[in-house]
């Protein structure tokens, strides 16, 4: 990405946010070339213009209608058909368990709203572009700036991945897909017990303090995720 403006995608449905974000991005020297409220339309959108990163809020308000449609649909579909494209998520919900589910479905970062202002963001898209993942600070690690920690794309060391069995690696690949012990255990075809041990074993050896923990950080050492859960 060295001297090339970064492209942008943005889907967002607050209107005045949404075009505040469009003028702050542009303004910092970078490309908005898809600029949405609805899931549809922004897909449709990025199809013809494909963007380097894309700024995704997740609880979207559907015309017509009183659910709210999420904006992991948008995340999941960039995930499987826009693989180049790199996803930061924007949401007022800071449940660790959802950012989970952003990070095992693809997403390159998230950011809490509340906790970010607009320069923040220029420099999280940057970060984004260049391959660092970016994680709240509420999952328990110090950040250098506000409302995120900056990540390599690389995350830890091979070292990291060699202090764990052939089946502890299964297992942290289902954790990150979202399992549960007891469909790991099916897929694996062990005892949901054993799948605890297994488990047991890789908090000791890497150190996380809960099971969002690992799994953000199955994601940092790119453990291979099954193909499907």
């Known amino acids: 990405m060295v001297g090339e403006r970064i492209r942008v995608a943005i889907l967002e449905d607050q209107q005045v946010f949404r075009e505040c974000l469009v003028a702050v991005l542009e303004g910092a020297g970078m490309d908005v070339v898809v600029s949405s409220g609805q899931t549809t339309q922004f897909l449709a ?30 995340l999941q579909c960039l995930h499987d058909f826009y693989p180049n494209v790199r996803s930061l998520v924007m949401s007022g919900n800071e449940e660790p368990g959802l950012v989970e589910q952003c990070l095992s479905v693809g ?3 998230y950011l809490c709203k509340q906790n970010v202002g607009l320069n923040e963001v220029v420099e999280a898209v940057r970060r984004v572009a260049r391959g660092e993942r970016l994680l709240p600070v509420g999952l328990g690690w110090s950040s250098p700036l506000q409302g995120f920690q900056p990540q390599p794309e690389t995350g830890y060391t091979g070292g990291e991945l060699g202090k764990l069995t052939l089946r502890e690696r299964e297992v942290l690949g289902y954790i990150a897909a979202g399992a549960d012990n007891l469909k790991i255990a099916a897929c694996l075809g062990i005892t949901e017990r054993t799948v605890k041990a297994h488990i047991t074993s890789i908090y000791k050896k890497l150190g996380p303090e809960n099971r969002t923990q690992l799994a953000v950080l199955a994601c940092q050492l790119g453990v291979q995720r099954p193909a499907s859960v």
């Open 45 to 74: 959108r990025v199809r013809e213009s494909p963007p380097d990163v894309a700024v995704l809020d997740l609880r979207l308000e559907v015309p017509g209608r009183d659910e709210a449609a999420s904006g992991l649909t948008a």
């Open 107 to 109: 997403a390159a970062g």
